[in-house]
């Protein structure tokens, strides 16, 4: 059947994420999912629906609340990137940063600079205004001084899908040269607080004092993701326009979540909580250590991650090539699903033999089970 639609030029080359498309069967009984990047349920706050203003009901401003915004400025200070409480923007997720950067700054054939690999659905918004990308990594940046793409869009910290953190000097180094060269620094920042080992984690964007630059951070990872809510801070330049986009989006985000995170970050034993947090994922991530020694020892290489939520895993030998998306449907029929490394690259031949695994959700039993039938799968493929 032939569509009727007159759809935008941007929609025509509208495809859905392919992780959405895993979420969408992980669901089934019995699966197990090592897929998205969704935290254990058992780590959520016990939130207070009854200690929420009814005020909280009411529309309100499109910044955010003014006291949860004072809070974040005062988290950011503690980081080193002192901000008035003015610059900083709530965010419904901080996903939709990423849509509103993109809206702001990207037309079709912009140049975006983009870690190899990357976090994928930052790739699909940056796609779908019509990025032309340019690659770099924390080590080799030579290419953001040749191409002076608009933005660089970095995950600096515990990254996704990697897990790579930058080291100070690497920081510093990437901060530079976005400023030296105009290039707007954009710096994603959801994993911070699911920190296993000590690591230089001061924001990049402190390093910025004369360009524009923009931190977004996340509720979703150290509280609960169907918050929807996130926050971003900026130089000043930049507050008013994202602000404007914001409204046009969305008006503002959800008061109900921003009432529900406030408590949680007013809360006396939150340094608690997220010490606890930090001391379950540590020992999740240990756990799930063992079983890749266990099932993957001689098939896939891999760093332990110091933080955040996934082991990145590079199959050996002749698997090395291989094209993990095609290993999939064989994964989903033995119950098993994990992400293709190839989604997470902006290039179409990258990613070849890679796998994101997340260690967070599946517990222990289930991570067992998981790996041995994935590592069945890729033995297959060999
Ligand atoms: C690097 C990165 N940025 C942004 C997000 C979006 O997070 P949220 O919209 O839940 O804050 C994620 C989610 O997994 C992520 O991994």
């Given at each position: 059947?032939?569509?009727?639609?007159?759809?935008?030029?941007?929609?025509?080359?509208?495809?859905?994420?392919?992780?959405?498309?895993?979420?969408?069967?992980?669901?089934?009984?019995?699966?197990?999912?090592?897929?998205?990047?969704?935290?254990?349920?058992?780590?959520?706050?016990?939130?207070?629906?009854?200690?929420?203003?009814?005020?909280?009901?009411?529309?309100?401003?499109?910044?955010?609340?003014?006291?949860?915004?004072?809070?974040?400025?005062?988290?950011?200070?503690?980081?080193?990137?002192?901000?008035?409480?003015?610059?900083?923007?709530?965010?419904?997720?901080?996903?939709?940063?990423?849509?509103?950067?993109?809206?702001?700054?990207?037309?079709?054939?912009?140049?975006?600079?983009?870690?190899?690999?990357?976090?994928?659905?930052?790739?699909?918004?940056?796609?779908?205004?019509?990025?032309?990308?340019?690659?770099?990594?924390?080590?080799?940046?030579?290419?953001?001084?040749?191409?002076?793409?608009?933005?660089?869009?970095?995950?600096?910290?515990?990254?996704?899908?990697?897990?790579?953190?930058?080291?100070?000097?690497?920081?510093?180094?990437?901060?530079?040269?976005?400023?030296?060269?105009?290039?707007?620094?954009?710096?994603?920042?959801?994993?911070?607080?699911?920190?296993?080992?000590?690591?230089?984690?001061?924001?990049?964007?402190?390093?910025?004092?004369?360009?524009?630059?923009?931190?977004?951070?996340?509720?979703?990872?150290?509280?609960?993701?169907?918050?929807?809510?996130?926050?971003?801070?900026?130089?000043?330049?930049?507050?008013?326009?994202?602000?404007?986009?914001?409204?046009?989006?969305?008006?503002?985000?959800?008061?109900?979540?921003?009432?529900?995170?406030?408590?949680?970050?007013?809360?006396?034993a939150r340094a608690v909580r997220s010490a606890r947090l930090n001391a379950f994922y540590r020992e999740r991530r240990d756990g799930f250590a063992a079983l890749l020694d266990q099932?993957?020892?001689?098939?896939?290489?891999?760093?332990?991650?110091?933080?955040?939520?996934?082991?990145?895993?590079?199959?050996?030998?002749?698997?090395?090539?291989?094209?993990?998306?095609?290993?999939?449907?064989?994964?989903?029929?033995?119950?098993?699903?994990?992400?293709?490394?190839?989604?997470?690259?902006?290039?179409?031949?990258?990613?070849?033999?890679?796998?994101?695994?997340?260690?967070?959700?599946?517990?222990?039993?289930?991570?067992?089970?998981?790996?041995?039938?994935?590592?069945?799968?890729?033995?297959?493929?060999?």
């Open positions: 059947m032939t569509s009727s639609l007159r759809l935008s030029r941007r929609a025509a080359d509208l495809h859905a994420s392919p992780i959405r498309d895993i979420l969408a069967v992980v669901s089934r009984p019995g699966m197990v999912s090592f897929a998205g990047g969704l935290p254990a349920a058992e780590t959520f706050p016990d939130f207070s629906l009854a200690a929420v203003p009814r005020e909280a009901a009411q529309y309100g401003a499109s910044e955010g609340d003014w006291a949860l915004r004072e809070r974040v400025a005062a988290d950011l200070a503690e980081r080193d990137l002192p901000v008035p409480p003015t610059q900083v923007l709530i965010l419904s997720g901080s996903q939709q940063g990423i849509d509103l950067v993109a809206k702001l700054f990207v037309d079709p054939g912009t140049p975006v600079a983009v870690e190899t690999p990357t976090y994928l659905a930052a790739l699909q918004v940056f796609r779908f205004f019509g990025a032309r990308f340019v690659e770099f990594s924390a080590q080799d940046h030579t290419s953001l001084v040749g191409a002076r793409p608009t933005v660089a869009y970095v995950n600096p910290t515990f990254q996704n899908p990697t897990g790579y953190c930058y080291t100070a000097d690497e920081r510093a180094a990437l901060a530079a040269t976005c400023e030296r060269h105009g290039i707007v620094l954009f710096e994603d920042d959801p994993y911070r607080d699911l920190c296993y080992e000590a690591c230089a984690r001061r924001p990049l964007c402190a390093n910025i004092a004369q360009g524009s630059w923009i931190y977004q951070g996340s509720f979703s990872k150290s509280l609960a993701p169907g918050l929807r809510l996130g926050y971003l801070a900026c130089s000043p330049d930049l507050l008013p326009l994202l602000t404007h986009l914001k409204q046009a989006a969305d008006l503002h985000s959800n008061r109900l979540s921003q009432a529900l995170v406030l408590q949680a970050l007013d809360d006396p099932h993957f020892g001689d098939l896939a290489d891999w760093r332990l991650p110091a933080g955040g939520l996934f082991f990145w895993l590079q199959l050996r030998h002749e698997r090395a090539s291989l094209d993990t998306r095609a290993l999939l449907p064989r994964a989903l029929e033995r119950q098993v699903a994990f992400m293709p490394g190839e989604p997470f690259f902006a290039s179409e031949h990258g990613g070849r033999g890679c796998l994101r695994l997340n260690f967070s959700h599946a517990a222990p039993e289930a991570a067992a089970r998981g790996l041995a039938a994935l590592a069945a799968v890729v033995r297959e493929a060999g």
